[in-house]
């Protein structure tokens, strides 16, 4: 989780129980599970997003257009305002995703939401600070979604540029936005339903492109802030 700026094509696909239970097999013999999987068990990821008081990031994503950015603060599980936390910048352009991100102090981190002045911290990225302090200052970024997830990645064996992950429980909330207050919120996700991302730089390997054809499973452009806003959207057109 240290690496801070990097270049893939991410790809998502939605799985039903039974997809999942078929693709534990594969998971065993070809993959090898996250550190972070401790005990087989998922990891919580928390993030807020930014967005301008119009919600125009959110919007213009999903009109689908050829580029597309998001900002966000992630953390991994429910954490003290004394904890790391990372601003992560990712950008998407013709498939390929750019992330760059920097490590913060969650309290630094709520301070310079409120004030704009980027906290004195040796070990943040400079560089990719400016290039995120620059997008917030220009659309004036402010924290407006909450979304959590428990989350199963895999790597795999002998080929890390491969990654899977498998995603349930996404919460989501547009009140109470911090990472040092738990996890919960609206469900995004129907029961049994799985979101899984298969991660790569390069070609994905044969052995998934075949487990996806036997199952009859296609991409998604599933996006977790993306249906939230739908749901949010409709709930205030149904109020007014």
């Known amino acids: 989780m240290a690496i801070e700026v990097f270049n893939r094509r991410e790809v998502k696909y939605m799985l039903t129980d039974e997809d999942r239970d078929a693709l534990l ?13 401790k005990g087989e068990r998922p990891y919580k990821i928390c ?4 967005d301008t008081p119009a919600d125009e990031l959110i919007i213009k994503s999903l009109e689908k257009p050829a580029f ?9 599980g429910t954490v003290p305002l004394d ?25 630094d981190a709520y301070k310079y939401f409120e004030s704009g ?10 560089q990719v600070m400016r290039e995120i302090d620059y997008t917030v200052k220009f659309y004036k970024l402010k924290p407006k979604v909450f979304i959590s997830y428990d989350r199963w990645a895999f790597f795999e064996k002998g080929n ?9 429980n996404i919460q989501a909330r547009r009140t109470d936005l911090r990472l040092d207050s738990p996890a919960y919120g609206e469900q995004l ?26 199952r ?3 991409s998604t452009s599933f996006s977790k802030y993306g249906t939230e806003y739908r749901r949010f959207s409709q709930k205030k057109a149904t109020r007014q």
């Open 25 to 37: 097999p594969l998971l065993e013999e070809r993959m090898d599970s996250d550190p972070f999987n």
């Open 47 to 50: 993030n807020i997003y930014l």
């Open 160 to 168: 890390s540029d491969f990654r899977l992950t498998l995603d349930r």
């Open 83 to 107: 904890a790391k936390v990372f601003l992560e910048s990712k950008k998407k352009f013709d498939g390929v995703v750019n992330k760059r991100r920097t490590s913060f102090i969650l309290e």
């Open 68 to 76: 597309k950015e998001k900002i966000r603060l992630r953390s991994y």
């Open 216 to 218: 009859g499973i296609f």
């Open 189 to 214: 996700l129907d029961e049994g339903q799985w979101l899984m991302e298969a991660k790569a730089f390069k070609a994905f390997p044969m052995w998934f492109v075949k487990f996806l054809s036997s």
């Open 117 to 126: 002045a980027i906290p004195q911290n040796p070990k943040m990225n400079a």
